[in-house]
């Protein structure tokens, strides 16, 4: 088991507010970790860190290290353009861009220039594929993404990620703004993309963490409190707060 | 204690206190629009008579019956024109460094924040003594269309400013965060989202800012517009007119035919600019649609 991203003592600030607190933790290749925990306990802070997504927030500083094959992630010289590129993201609603399908899929390649253009039509296809969204919107590909469902949208936008051939893909509570057939299809979907890609995901929904989640990690007040093997955590956690937020005491 | 009022006298009371409001409301706008109609009204009766296209393609004359607008319509398209060139495109770099890219927190931020604020409510006349000293006499470009159009462009680049900054903070950052986290860097995620979706409001501030520009008379007197010319320009470091000129020169004549012909000249001038708001909505609708 090759280990994809490894963190070590990692601290989070927002000003003066620690979000996180020492975190230290190994993420697998081609395994699905998911991050559980109550709102406001570190896990979305957490995920954003990993591609950097907090250098849009003012005030916002990372210490401790993130190393993600050969690089550091956390340092400043590293090229957050090209990291992006290899660590996609997922959000929480859907925001696919105000262009059509097809744009929205090969919005990212076609700004990068490292796929020729005649590459372009078979990326297109073999990312909406992967996305298991092809069969639902080959036949209206030129129109506005907002004509998708939900789910959809969702799906189109891991499509859009899948398209810059990323190694890993951060999902950020990517279906709690979907109702529960859409949920399921994405859940079926992850399913598929471990065997090619590294996945993190944050849900709010033990239940998701159990059925798709190879390793889990229990966040509490910025702590991860527990990690280890999804099974062994649901089954027998170590710690007791980890008991206590699984069988639904708090949280 | 207070008095028990009945439910029935208070609904009563609302719905009356509703119909004074109602009415104020209404009085206002139609007081308003009377004071609108009177002048086109009044316009229109003077001015109709002489609008021919005759008086659109001659050139001024003493004599009114032979007088026409074509060097006050050129110039103030040449004059336009080149200040939509020189403004929009700086209003816009400046929009988009003060929203993307400058340090808020600054203090060089925050007084250019208000100063741009400031600089929107500055009276034109000011602008024409400011492109007067640094346009037509420090930087040597003399009383031509560029220092007309640079001393119109300083005029109305507050107000793109103001409104592109609004339009870039109307794009939602979910957007801006989904280009970003896809490893496109900050400038193509101007260009790729934020500008398109930006576009109609960028526009239609824009678009309404020149036609400000179009119906300013003051600073470009100061600037060295002249009044009467009888000649065409023909490339920006030439002499010009503009409408707003031509027509203030007429009024000031005693002759009744001269306000006869100031008033076509403000019928045109009125026309300019419906041709211009209309630009502004239907490029403001075509952008639309191509965003939703």
Same mark, same amino acid.
């Given at each position: 088991?090759?280990?994809?991203?490894?963190?070590?003592?990692?601290?989070?600030?927002?000003?003066?507010?620690?979000?996180?607190?020492?975190?230290?933790?190994?993420?697998?290749?081609?395994?699905?970790?998911?991050?559980?925990?109550?709102?406001?306990?570190?896990?979305?802070?957490?995920?954003k860190?990993?591609?950097?997504?907090?250098?849009?927030?003012?005030?916002?500083?990372?210490?401790?290290?993130?190393?993600?094959?050969?690089?550091?992630?956390?340092?400043?010289?590293?090229?957050?353009?090209?990291?992006?590129?290899?660590?996609?993201?997922?959000?929480?609603?859907?925001?696919p861009?105000p262009?059509?399908?097809?744009?929205?899929?090969?919005?990212?390649?076609?700004?990068?220039?490292?796929?020729?253009?005649?590459?372009?039509?078979?990326?297109?296809?073999?990312?909406?594929?992967?996305a298991?969204?092809?069969?639902?919107v080959?036949?209206?590909?030129?129109?506005?993404a907002?004509?998708?469902?939900?789910?959809?949208?969702?799906?189109?936008?891991?499509?859009?990620?899948?398209?810059?051939?990323?190694?890993?893909?951060?999902?950020?509570?990517?279906?709690?703004?979907?109702?529960?057939?859409?949920?399921?299809?994405?859940?079926?979907?992850?399913?598929?993309?471990?065997?090619?890609?590294?996945?993190?995901?944050?849900?709010?929904?033990?239940?998701?963490?159990?059925?798709?989640?190879?390793?889990?990690?229990?966040?509490?007040?910025?702590?991860?409190?527990?990690?280890?093997?999804?099974?062994?955590?649901?089954?027998?956690?170590?710690?007791?707060?980890?008991?206590?937020?699984?069988?639904?005491?708090?949280? | 204690?207070?008095?028990?009022?009945?439910?029935?006298?208070?609904?009563?009371?609302?719905?009356?206190?509703?119909?004074?409001?109602k009415?104020?409301?209404?009085?206002?706008?139609?007081?308003?629009?009377?004071?609108?109609?009177?002048?086109?009204?009044?316009?229109?009766?003077?001015?109709?008579?002489?609008?021919?296209?005759?008086?659109?393609?001659?050139?001024?004359?003493?004599?009114?019956?032979?007088?026409?607008i074509?060097?006050?319509?050129?110039?103030?398209?040449?004059?336009?024109g080149?200040?939509?060139l020189?403004?929009?495109?700086?209003?816009?770099?400046?929009?988009?460094?003060?929203?993307?890219?400058?340090?808020?927190k600054?203090? =060089?931020?925050?007084? #250019?924040? $208000?100063?741009?604020?400031? @600089? &929107? /409510?500055?009276?034109?006349?000011?602008?024409? %003594? +400011?492109?007067?000293?640094? =346009?037509?006499?420090? #930087?040597k $470009?003399?009383?031509?269309? @560029? &220092? /007309?159009?640079?001393?119109l462009?300083?005029? %109305? +680049?507050?107000?793109?400013?103001?409104?592109?900054?609004?339009? $870039?903070?109307?794009?939602?950052?979910?957007i801006?965060?989904?280009?970003?986290?896809?490893?496109?860097?900050?400038?193509?995620?101007?260009?790729?989202?934020?500008?398109?979706?930006?576009?109609?409001?960028?526009?239609?501030?824009?678009?309404l800012?020149?036609?400000?520009?179009?119906?300013?008379?003051?600073?470009?007197?100061?600037?060295?517009?002249?009044?009467?010319?009888?000649?065409?320009?023909d490339?920006?470091?030439?002499?010009?007119?503009?409408?707003p000129m031509?027509?203030?020169?007429?009024?000031?004549?005693?002759?009744?035919?001269?306000?006869?012909?100031?008033?076509?000249?403000i019928?045109?001038?009125?026309?300019?600019?419906?041709?211009?708001?209309?630009?502004?909505?239907?490029?403001?609708?075509?952008?639309?649609?191509?965003?939703?």
């Amino acid at each position: 088991m090759q280990t994809k991203i490894r963190v070590e003592n990692l601290n989070f600030y927002y000003g003066n507010f620690q979000a996180l607190k020492n975190i230290s933790m190994e993420i697998y290749e081609n395994k699905i970790t998911a991050l559980i925990g109550p709102s406001g306990c570190g896990k979305s802070t957490f995920i954003k860190s990993i591609n950097r997504m907090y250098d849009l927030i003012d005030g916002a500083v990372a210490k401790g290290s993130i190393s993600f094959d050969e690089i550091e992630i956390l340092d400043k010289n590293t090229d957050v353009v090209e990291l992006r590129k290899r660590i996609g993201m997922v959000f929480q609603k859907p925001n696919p861009f105000p262009k059509s399908i097809t744009e929205n899929v090969l919005y990212g390649v076609k700004r990068h220039g490292d796929v020729p253009k005649i590459e372009w039509l078979a990326l297109l296809e073999s990312s909406l594929k992967k996305a298991s969204l092809f069969s639902e919107v080959e036949h209206k590909l030129n129109q506005s993404a907002f004509s998708l469902s939900g789910g959809q949208q969702q799906r189109l936008c891991i499509a859009r990620t899948l398209a810059t051939k990323p190694e890993v893909l951060l999902m950020d509570e990517p279906t709690s703004a979907l109702d529960p057939i859409a949920t399921a299809k994405i859940e079926e979907l992850l399913e598929e993309l471990k065997k090619e890609y590294t996945v993190i995901i944050v849900t709010h929904s033990m239940q998701q963490a159990a059925r798709i989640s190879d390793y889990t990690g229990f966040f509490l007040n910025g702590e991860l409190i527990e990690f280890g093997l999804t099974k062994t955590l649901f089954s027998t956690p170590k710690d007791k707060r980890t008991e206590d937020y699984i069988t639904g005491r708090f949280g | 204690m207070k008095k028990k009022i009945s439910y029935h006298t208070r609904l009563k009371r609302r719905l009356l206190l509703n119909q004074i409001f109602k009415f104020i409301f209404m009085s206002t706008i139609i007081v308003s629009i009377m004071v609108l109609a009177i002048l086109v009204i009044d316009v229109l009766q003077k001015g109709l008579g002489s609008l021919d296209l005759d008086f659109i393609l001659n050139m001024p004359s003493s004599r009114p019956e032979r007088a026409g607008i074509l060097p006050a319509l050129l110039g103030t398209l040449w004059v336009i024109g080149l200040t939509a060139l020189i403004s929009i495109p700086v209003g816009i770099g400046t929009a988009i460094y003060l929203q993307v890219y400058a340090d808020k927190k600054s203090w =060089f931020f925050k007084a #250019l924040n $208000i100063n741009i604020a400031n @600089l &929107a /409510g500055v009276p034109s006349i000011v602008y024409g %003594i +400011l492109g007067l000293t640094v =346009f037509v006499q420090l #930087l040597k $470009i003399g009383p031509t269309v @560029l &220092a /007309g159009a640079l001393t119109l462009s300083l005029l %109305i +680049l507050p107000v793109i400013i103001v409104s592109s900054i609004e339009a $870039i903070k109307a794009v939602p950052s979910s957007i801006t965060e989904g280009s970003l986290a896809l490893g496109v860097s900050r400038w193509r995620t101007i260009t790729g989202v934020v500008l398109p979706m930006a576009t109609p409001g960028i526009m239609t501030g824009s678009i309404l800012a020149l036609s400000r520009a179009m119906g300013e008379a003051a600073p470009m007197i100061m600037v060295g517009a002249v009044g009467f010319v009888t000649f065409l320009p023909d490339s920006i470091m030439d002499r010009y007119t503009l409408l707003p000129m031509l027509i203030y020169n007429w009024t000031s004549r005693p002759q009744d035919a001269f306000a006869q012909i100031a008033a076509a000249g403000i019928i045109v001038m009125l026309i300019l600019l419906l041709l211009t708001n209309l630009t502004a909505i239907i490029i403001r609708n075509k952008t639309q649609n191509r965003v939703d």
